[in-house]
């Protein structure tokens, strides 16, 4: 007997984030599923589910939710841009292995962060997930990535704590981030962006192994929105689907 391969769900926010990816698929039907669109195919010869969820917590958790219950999935990779955090450079990569949602507050009655349903202020993402992500990640820069027009010369790869929450974080924000963060993330974090932390809620709960993967598009600082652009332009689809390649081809 032939065992049923399942396949693995592929996630972005916004499409420049992985149009080669989804312009690479193989063998696709598309699946509607209310405002969402569902790329059933291959991709490196692996099945996967692709979809965009929109941008926000709320969007992401439902896109999760509906490829793990509706599709199936027994894995998800949600790969995009993030600001970055401490120690990353433009350019850097930051694969997940902490989950924080930085705008959950229900004190006085539960501690800052507390995410009720898993009873925890942090979350973990798939060690052997994270590995392998950071193998796809290694092999991908050591073809010499760079971008010397954006200052990118020679980008790291590096396992990290990822914040999210519903909101585009410029200086002001991200200071009162580190603040309030500090007591649960002593050593900081090191990407802040919108839905990896959803992603990390739903996919804890429902027990799916999952890893999100962040390429540093700004500082969260002053210069972050014309940062953000220029990246997500030049930059963001290359880095996902060279990666995601990488991490394909090895499965
Ligand atoms: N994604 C990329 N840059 C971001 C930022 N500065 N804040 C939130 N999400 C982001």
């Given at each position: 007997m032939i065992a049923l391969l399942a396949a693995i769900g592929i996630m972005s926010a916004m499409d420049q984030e992985a149009a080669l990816i989804r312009d690479t698929i193989q063998e696709k039907e598309i699946v509607q599923v209310g405002c969402r669109e569902f790329i059933k195919g291959t991709f490196e010869g692996v099945p996967v589910v692709f979809t965009l969820s929109g941008v926000g917590k709320v969007s992401a958790a439902t896109t999760a939710a509906l490829l793990i219950a509706k599709f199936g999935v027994d894995e998800i990779v949600f790969t995009g841009v993030a600001g970055g955090g401490k120690g990353v450079e433009i350019g850097d990569v930051v694969i997940g292995h902490t989950y924080l949602q930085h705008d959950i507050d229900t004190r006085p009655f539960f501690p800052q962060f507390y995410v009720h349903s898993l009873s925890k202020q942090t979350l973990p993402a798939d060690q052997k997930l994270i590995a392998r992500m950071k193998?796809?990640?290694?092999?991908?820069f050591a073809n010499g990535i760079a971008f010397p027009s954006l200052g990118i010369l020679n980008p790291q790869v590096r396992e990290g704590v990822i914040v999210s929450g519903d909101q585009f974080v410029g200086a002001a924000h991200h200071e009162k981030?580190?603040?309030?963060?500090?007591?649960?993330?002593?050593?900081?974090?090191?990407?802040?962006?919108?839905?990896?932390?959803?992603?990390?809620?739903?996919?804890n709960e429902l027990e799916v192994p999952f890893v999100v993967l962040r390429a540093i598009s700004d500082k969260a600082n002053h210069e972050a929105a014309v940062d953000f652009l220029t990246f997500m332009d030049q930059v963001a689809s290359l880095y996902s689907h060279g990666i995601l390649k990488e991490y394909f081809q090895a499965n």
């Open positions: 193998a796809a990640a290694d092999r991908f981030i580190v603040d309030s963060t500090k007591d649960v993330l002593p050593n900081g974090f090191h990407a802040i962006e919108i839905e990896g932390a959803a992603v990390a809620q739903v996919c």
